[in-house]
């Protein structure tokens, strides 16, 4: 391929569609569930242009690093860092001290130009429902670029002083970087979906399309027309075929990257049809402010999402269009205002552009090292809507060690009695820890917690958003608590309804692939626990959930204090039964087979409106998981009746019922 520099519109209407496929998917428009690929679109763009700049300098005997740093300063860093600035107001105007926190640490590693390796650090997933949760997200592709931009640049200088046979150099490295994607998406996809050594085959397409010469069949017309038209179709399948449960980057990232690649490559060698189409003035003009509205639609989503309680994909039509709407004018705006005056030198001399970006990125950092190290400026917050949201705190016991993937904590272990329970579970068994202390406490029982994130006690479990093996994890455990002769009951509790879900389809299946996880697989791996336990002689109670929200509750009592944000209705009994009444039902089959005990809160706390606010506290840390104060001053009575049969109403204060446990907030 030729690396003649000329303006090529078809690449700005190739541009086009991949910043739309971006923006589409990300709003929830068209059904298109697959438009995350139009990053790897603008991978291989990248990877031609800039070597195609590189090679011309190098061949000329010109090359600098100086001035390759200089064009791509010009080109990614102001409208990147104003960005930066007005999401860093928005976070400050509307964040709770926590959110603002992982903000300012995000934004940080955007600032160092390795937010990709801070979301597989922090084993972010790119596609889980509460993404948008993060408006900085989508910068994880500026990541990759800009590590690219690091290396290539230095091996292509020395490979020309070397003058070694340069195309088949990236040709090996590029067919080693989708070698290790292939191989990551089946043991690590997160890494291989963040890190640079797995992406880097997408930017290498780009590279060998201007390292080598178009062939010349590429000529004939025919020929072009439909190699064209099949790059064309490469690329839009997979908007369409490819979900947020495909495995990726790997094969799955060969037909758009391939794809785009051959629209380059024919759209250089002569006209084509879908080259004129590309070249259409609407199509150049997205193309043209393709990098402004890519940094911009995400945030506009993202802080829309944090307002209105919803996540992008469910946003009403009405809001969808002004969501989509408002990010094309800004990204218009950036491009007109901010990117085209920084780019021309005789605004901005590399001096300059150098300097100014230099402070940017110091007063930046400088602003989000104060936000961190003042744990999210919990100040900027009323002091009696400080002490409001502080109700919602979760906590955890101090007296904890790992185990297991997990941690195994003591409850009560201070009665002196030994252990006589465990209760085992995901994260809804530790936020009703406290719960179930006060009902150890009132029956002067001790015992243990073993609960881990995303891994409730169903066997065969599969979920690769946890970096533990869920299901080794539990087989594990059942084998430890089945012969364990101290305890002699076993409390089961899960966010039953988020398996039955499956939280996007993606991540929970027992036959280990990624189908959605069903009501009867849940009763089968469930059972299979109850069944093994009942068999060593253990009582089991099987906890149902607690009703689930739908809305971050100490987010939306803030907004609605702070700025007159109306409260959503609050669930009732019967939408939860609505929804979960298979999930009780199939509770009910194992209770009946293995005679063991289900309880039920949901009943208990909708009177029939489920509150979200109990004795002036906040009933939830978020949208399901109980606040730990609530948890243990109202659900634990109710624990202590209905798992040992203690009327609290008898118990004195010399019983020990009441007193806050030792902890430490998550």
């Not at 024919?266 to 189409?277: E, I, S």
């Not at 005056?341 to 100014?356: H, L, N, T, W, Y």
């Not at 039953?496 to 692939?513: E, I, L, T």
């Not at 489920?610 to 399901?624: F, K, Q």
């Amino acid at each position: 391929m030729s690396a003649d520099l000329k303006y090529r519109p078809d690449i700005d209407g190739l541009r086009a569609i991949a910043v739309g496929s971006v923006v589409l998917y990300h709003g929830g428009v068209l059904g298109m569930t697959g438009g995350f690929v139009g990053v790897d679109v603008f991978f291989v763009i990248s990877g031609f242009l800039i070597t195609s700049i590189l090679k011309r300098e190098c061949e000329a005997d010109a090359f600098s690093l100086v001035g390759f740093y200089e064009r791509r300063a010009r080109r990614i860093l102001p409208a990147l860092f104003f960005m930066l600035f007005v999401c860093f107001g928005g976070a400050w105007l509307l964040y709770l001290p926590e959110a603002f926190d992982k903000f300012a640490k995000s934004a940080l590693s955007v600032v160092l130009f390795a937010s990709n390796l801070w979301y597989w650090r922090s084993a972010t997933d790119y596609f889980a429902a509460d993404a948008s949760a993060d408006p900085l997200l989508h910068t994880w592709s500026l990541g990759i670029e800009e590590q690219f931009y690091l290396v290539f640049p230095v091996l292509l200088y020395f490979l020309y002083r070397w003058r070694t046979n340069i195309p088949l150099v990236i040709a090996l490295l590029t067919a080693g970087s989708f070698a290790l994607s292939v191989y990551g998406v089946a043991a690590w996809w997160n890494a291989a979906f963040f890190l640079p050594i797995t992406r880097a085959w997408e930017l290498g397409l780009g590279a060998m399309l201007a390292l080598v010469a178009a062939p010349g069949w590429m000529n004939i017309r025919w020929l072009r027309e439909l190699l064209a038209a099949g790059a064309l179709i490469a690329i839009a399948a997979p908007l369409y075929l490819l979900t947020d449960h495909s495995p990726f980057p790997g094969v799955n990232a060969l037909g758009p990257s391939v794809g785009a690649a051959v629209l380059i490559a024919t759209g250089g060698a002569g006209p084509t049809l879908v080259g004129r189409l590309l070249s259409l003035p609407p199509m150049v003009f997205l193309g043209l402010i393709s990098y402004s509205l890519y940094l911009w639609h995400w945030p506009v989503m993202s802080f829309t999402s944090f307002v209105i309680g919803l996540y992008p994909a469910f946003f009403p039509p009405v809001v969808k269009v002004l969501v989509i709407a408002g990010s094309l004018i800004l990204g218009v705006l950036s491009w007109r205002f901010i990117e085209r005056p920084f780019r021309k030198r005789a605004v901005f001399d590399r001096s300059r552009i150098f300097a100014a970006s230099g402070v940017s990125g110091v007063v930046l950092a400088g602003l989000l090292v104060w936000v961190i190290a003042g744990d999210g400026l919990s100040s900027r917050i009323p002091a009696e809507t400080q002490t409001l949201l502080a109700s919602a705190q979760r906590t955890l016991p101090t007296d904890c060690t790992p185990h297991e993937g997990g941690a195994v904590c003591s409850i009560n272990a201070g009665s002196g009695q030994p252990v006589s329970f465990v209760l085992w579970g995901d994260s809804h068994a530790e936020a009703l820890e406290p719960a179930v202390r006060y009902a150890a406490e009132a029956s002067d029982r001790a015992g243990e917690i073993q609960a881990l994130g995303g891994c409730p006690a169903i066997l065969d479990l599969l979920n690769t958003n946890i970096a533990t093996d869920c299901a080794a994890r539990n087989r594990a455990l059942l084998a430890e608590i089945a012969s364990d002769p101290r305890a002699d009951s076993v409390v089961l509790v899960g966010f039953w309804k988020n398996y039955v879900r499956n939280a996007n389809g993606k991540f929970f299946d027992v036959s280990g692939g990624r189908e959605p996880f069903s009501a009867e697989a849940l009763e089968t791996g469930l059972d299979a626990v109850v069944a093994a336990l009942r068999k060593a002689g253990k009582e089991v109670y099987i906890v149902a959930d607690v009703p689930e929200f739908g809305w971050h509750v100490p987010r939306a009592v803030y907004l609605s204090q702070r700025f007159g944000v109306p409260l959503k209705p609050s669930p009732d009994l019967a939408g939860y039964l609505a929804v979960n009444q298979p999930i009780l039902d199939a509770f009910e089959r194992i209770a009946q087979r293995h005679d063991a005990h289900v309880v039920t809160l949901a009943d208990r706390m909708c009177a029939p409106e489920c509150p979200w606010l109990h004795d002036g506290n906040l009933v939830y840390e978020d949208a399901h998981h109980l606040s730990s104060l609530v948890a243990r001053e109202w659900i634990g009575p109710m624990l202590a009746t209905a798992l040992w049969q203690v009327e609290v109403s008898q118990l004195t204060p010399g019983d020990g019922v009441g007193q806050p446990p030792a902890s430490t907030p998550r």
